[in-house]
């Protein structure tokens, strides 16, 4: 059994977190005091087990006050985008059912918006200055005993997905009474099990803690007595410089900060002693092939991959020493079986793709949204993430794509991630969207928009050479038809490629041509 409150008793000066830009540090004493008043809080507010908080704000210590405390008092914490703008940020708020809002002067234009929208009937707090319509959260919790609440019980969060493929909806785990003690079962596996963290370790977080992977490894590692050190933004440089600044043993990735990584100069990156790390997690996004063979050349075989989202559903895992026997594999379940299924709902022999089901993972359900609940399910009661991929013989899960990411041309289906992998590679990209677009002969055509290293080198030349490095590699049906540059193209901080908004725009533009 594992929690912060053991720890404070323990090791009560010892940093249980630290930013590493401002070098602001939470101890562990100050995290078990605030988040015990913090708790006694939210209980004046007449929130109790099941019921709900929001929070929306940067990486700053103030997180983890907020969600130990909602953890500690039977609360779910819904972490909001902090890249939502006011109207979506408070339909998640609205959404999640929360009766006290939380948040900073960071956000004033988000939070002004959403205030307006909320009515009075959920209680708004925000930390440094205060707007009209907010309370000082610091002066309000302060005025409360940093003693245990008489009912404590465990909470949970509930999460809203990104967003990539339609509106965000809640993620919801069953209420029931558990003690407090304990961290993510989901994570403990990897970190703890396989990663071999311990009271001793240092873990790393270069992600913002609004997603669910980045709040539950922390949170975890948190559980265990290890020092977490976050990043305020995650940079390139700035991550190898905190692995050696705080001797980070423990560290969790998306690929593209890999690629991000991979394209420094290399005398940067030789210079860097990364001695210290020891397991580093990578998820939320396929990785490229060649990205991730660069990657165990340069760090050793310390990569864990696994694939599992937010609903806790399923999960796989893979070593690097497995995944070198298997390049592209996302690993092998953990749970309970893993069922690849056609459109007709049978259950596909190995190495044929269709949907991937999860079996015996944890119960969930998309909040008030029972239509797409029943999607995520199959007739036998394995459920989906909406992935497509293939098992091997031996059981090891390869992904393809996402369902909603297929491109069907000329009746057949074309799976966009390869073509995005190889793109990925090209010494001239810094990253790569590929989706399909309507196309008059075969009713959808694979085309791909590409973010330069070097925007001032696109060129219709530039275009075709692209285009030929995919030929070079790929089936002529997977190579893209076209090229488009742009500067930017949409991800999440968590890595997720939001492709829905370039496929949308290119779809409407269509619509307007033939209209």
Request: charged share 25%; hydrophobic share 40%.
């Amino acid at each position: 059994m594992s929690h912060p409150h053991l720890h404070a008793a323990r090791t009560p000066d010892k940093p249980a977190v630290i930013m590493a830009g401002s070098g602001r540090t939470l101890t562990y004493r100050a995290l078990e005091d605030r988040s015990n008043q913090g708790a006694q809080a939210f209980r004046s507010l007449g929130i109790g087990p099941g019921g709900h908080v929001a929070v929306l704000m940067e990486n700053r210590p103030e997180v983890f006050e907020i969600a130990f405390a909602a953890q500690r008092a039977g609360i779910y914490l819904t972490a909001v985008s902090r890249y939502l703008g006011p109207e979506e940020a408070s339909y998640v708020v609205r959404d999640c059912g929360a009766s006290a809002f939380v948040t900073s002067a960071a956000h004033e234009a988000t939070a002004a918006g959403v205030r307006d929208d909320l009515g009075d009937g959920v209680r708004c707090f925000m930390l440094d200055d205060v707007i009209p319509g907010y309370e000082s959260w610091e002066t309000f919790r302060a005025g409360f005993p940093a003693e245990r609440v008489a009912d404590e019980v465990r909470g949970h969060t509930m999460l809203y997905s990104s967003g990539t493929t339609g509106r965000p909806k809640g993620i919801k785990r069953p209420f029931e009474p558990e003690p407090i003690e304990g961290g993510h079962p989901l994570v403990e596996l990897f970190l703890v099990k396989m990663g071999g963290m311990t009271q001793e370790s240092v873990y790393l977080s270069p992600a913002p803690l609004y997603h669910a992977a980045p709040l539950a490894a922390t949170v975890t590692a948190l559980h265990h007595g290890a020092s977490v050190v976050v990043m305020e933004k995650f940079e390139p440089e700035g991550f190898l410089d905190a692995v050696q600044r705080f001797g980070a043993t423990h560290t969790q990735l998306v690929p593209t900060m890999f690629v991000r990584m991979l394209k420094l100069p290399e005398e940067t990156r030789a210079a860097c002693d990364l001695s210290s790390l020891g397991c580093a997690l990578h998820a939320a996004a396929p990785c490229p092939v060649e990205v991730k063979r660069r990657m165990i050349e340069w760090w050793g075989p310390i990569l864990l991959e696994y694939y599992a989202g937010t609903e806790g559903n399923g999960v796989t895992v893979v070593t690097s020493e497995e995944w070198a026997e298997r390049p592209g594999t996302v690993g092998r379940s953990m749970l309970g079986p893993v069922h690849v299924v056609g459109e007709d709902g049978e259950e596909l022999p190995p190495g044929e793709t269709g949907d991937v089901y999860f079996e015996g993972g944890f119960p969930f359900e998309y909040h008030d949204d029972p239509e797409k609940t029943a999607k995520s399910r199959h007739p036998k009661g394995w459920t989906t993430l909406g992935d497509v991929g293939y098992v091997d013989e031996d059981g090891y899960l390869f992904l393809t794509d996402r369902r909603a990411y297929t491109i069907i041309s000329g009746g057949v289906n074309v799976y966009p991630q390869e073509t995005e992998d190889r793109l990925i590679v090209h010494p001239k990209v810094q990253d790569a969207a590929v989706f399909g677009v309507p196309d008059d002969d075969f009713g959808e055509a694979v085309k791909a928009v590409v973010q330069l290293r070097d925007p001032a080198e696109a060129s219709p030349e530039l275009a075709a050479e692209l285009i030929a490095w995919c030929r070079a590699a790929l089936s002529g049906i997977k190579t893209p038809k076209s090229v488009d540059f742009r500067e930017d193209l949409p991800r999440t901080e968590t890595g997720k490629l939001m492709k829905r908004k370039l496929k949308d725009e290119y779809w409407a533009a269509a619509r307007k041509e033939t209209a």
